[in-house]
Nanobody
């Protein structure tokens, strides 16, 4: 059974930081490209960041460039999203996702087979 479990969300003031973690089980983790998505109420789901199987290649959406960093630890089957300089507009439910596709084929947000349950991030003024 494949499981992706996010943790680390919560309430933070604007300008603050949070680190999301995603624990993955049931798949050969190092064979999967990973990503973080987010969805705010009334909006479409947005690809925030993606990382290749090895962790060498990463992508960040323009809206979070320079503030968010995705990383992974293949020995621990974990993927992380470090979020700094948080803004009110970063408020959303954040989802961890896994794809068997090559990293380059995930950058349009497609080809993700497995999803976590989501973790709420709320940024206050």
């Amino acid at each position: 059974q494949v499981q992706l479990e996010e943790s680390g969300g919560g309430l933070v003031r604007a300008g603050g930081s949070l680190r999301l973690s995603c624990a993955v089980s049931g798949i050969t983790f190092s064979s999967y490209s990973m990503a973080w998505f987010r969805q705010a109420p009334g909006t479409e789901r947005e690809l925030v960041a993606a990382i290749s199987r090895s962790g060498i290649s990463t992508y960040s959406a323009d809206s979070v460039q320079g503030r968010f960093t995705i990383s992974r630890d293949n020995a621990k089957n974990m993927v992380y999203l470090q979020m700094n300089s948080l803004k009110l507009e970063d408020t959303a439910v954040y989802y961890c996702a896994a794809s068997p596709a090559r990293y380059r084929d995930t950058l349009n947000g497609a080809n993700f087979n497995y999803w976590g349950q989501g973790s709420q991030v709320t940024v206050s003024s």
